[in-house]
């Protein structure tokens, strides 16, 4: 029997950047699921902190090259990788200079939230989806985490329904308590558009915030996962409308074992 492929899109993993209860699940589920005999890929955005020499990341030519277009401007996509040897496992960054060039994440020296974070998430979602296809890589399960990969069910379910590289896929998001405070440009629904994507799909989205980007997230995924003890109440509720299959929150001792039969009950 063919093993179950399992897509990691990651805001945070450890230890490219600092140790949050975030970059640590980003760092040892895949290897978790990897040893319960799934096989995986794993991005997440090359941000200009991360050092490239020390973590050893180089640019995979094959690749890189394509360009992304948002709000009709071309940006283009550079692929690098690294690997965590003891996890055997490597890890894909998107990147682009002009967006993850800044010595920072997601906020500036002042704690600022960058103004064109919503241009950098449609970056990476798109980079990464564009950039499994051209692996030649089909997941049956797509996970992500974070709020800075709230885009790819989006595209994954609408742009890229009948490509055979995520046709089939089930999408799982994790939602953790790491709200962003602003509010995005008011052309951010005109950004998100692609083939695929009309607007009767964004009609969740009355605001460019946290909250209703969440919710975006969560009405394009088939699981929702709790990954923080407390999440806004707001988004629970939502949840519980939806009817989406639900998996609460789970400590570092069990969460792997969960997820996995989580991903196994939406594959049934």
Same mark, same amino acid.
């Given at each position: 029997?063919?093993?179950?492929?399992?897509?990691?899109?990651?805001?945070?993993?450890?230890?490219?950047?600092?140790?949050?209860?975030?970059?640590?699940?980003?760092?040892?589920?895949?290897?978790?699921?990897?040893?319960?005999?799934?096989?995986?890929?794993?991005?997440? #955005? /090359?941000?200009?902190?991360?050092?490239?020499?020390?973590?050893?990341?180089?640019?995979?030519?094959?690749?890189?090259g394509m360009n992304l277009?948002?709000?009709?401007?071309?940006?283009?996509?550079?692929?690098?990788?690294?690997?965590?040897?003891?996890?055997?496992?490597?890890? @894909?960054?998107?990147?682009?200079?002009? @967006?993850?060039?800044?010595?920072? *994440?997601? *906020?500036?020296?002042?704690?600022?939230?960058?103004?064109?974070?919503?241009? /950098? *998430?449609?970056?990476?979602?798109?980079?990464?989806?564009? *950039?499994?296809?051209?692996?030649?890589?089909?997941?049956?399960?797509?996970?992500?985490?974070?709020?800075?990969?709230?885009?790819?069910?989006? @595209?994954?379910?609408?742009?890229?329904?009948? +490509?055979?590289?995520?046709?089939?896929?089930?999408?799982?998001?994790?939602?953790?308590?790491?709200?962003?405070?602003?509010?995005?440009?008011?052309?951010? =629904?005109?950004? &998100?558009?692609?083939?695929?994507?009309?607007?009767?799909?964004?009609?969740?989205?009355?605001?460019?915030?946290?909250?209703?980007?969440?919710? &975006?997230?969560?009405?394009?995924?088939?699981?929702?996962?709790?990954?923080?003890?407390?999440?806004? #109440?707001?988004?629970?509720?939502?949840?519980?409308?939806?009817? =989406? #299959?639900?998996?609460?929150?789970?400590?570092?001792?069990?969460?792997?074992?969960?997820?996995?039969?989580?991903? +196994?009950?939406?594959?049934?």
């Amino acid at each position: 029997m063919e093993k179950a492929k399992v897509l990691f899109i990651s805001q945070e993993i450890t230890p490219y950047l600092p140790e949050s209860e975030m970059s640590k699940i980003g760092r040892y589920l895949p290897q978790g699921i990897q040893e319960l005999g799934k096989e995986i890929r794993t991005f997440m #955005p /090359r941000f200009g902190c991360i050092n490239e020499r020390r973590n050893q990341l180089h640019e995979v030519i094959r690749l890189s090259g394509m360009n992304l277009i948002i709000d009709d401007t071309d940006h283009p996509l550079i692929i690098k990788v690294a690997s965590i040897q003891a996890a055997r496992m490597q890890v @894909y960054f998107i990147d682009n200079e002009d @967006y993850f060039q800044r010595k920072s *994440t997601l *906020t500036d020296d002042n704690g600022e939230e960058y103004e064109d974070n919503d241009e /950098r *998430t449609i970056f990476f979602a798109r980079g990464a989806l564009e *950039t499994t296809k051209k692996l030649r890589w089909a997941p049956d399960v797509v996970h992500c985490n974070g709020w800075f990969t709230a885009l790819a069910p989006l @595209y994954i379910k609408k742009a890229m329904n009948e +490509d055979p590289h995520f046709a089939n896929s089930k999408v799982v998001y994790t939602i953790y308590d790491d709200e962003f405070t602003s509010n995005w440009s008011d052309n951010f =629904k005109e950004k &998100l558009k692609i083939d695929g994507v009309e607007d009767s799909d964004l009609e969740v989205l009355e605001k460019s915030d946290y909250i209703h980007l969440s919710k &975006l997230a969560i009405a394009m995924s088939d699981g929702v996962i709790q990954g923080s003890e407390s999440i806004n #109440p707001e988004l629970v509720d939502f949840i519980k409308q939806t009817g =989406k #299959p639900f998996l609460g929150f789970h400590d570092e001792d069990t969460y792997v074992e969960a997820y996995n039969g989580f991903y +196994d009950s939406l594959l049934d």
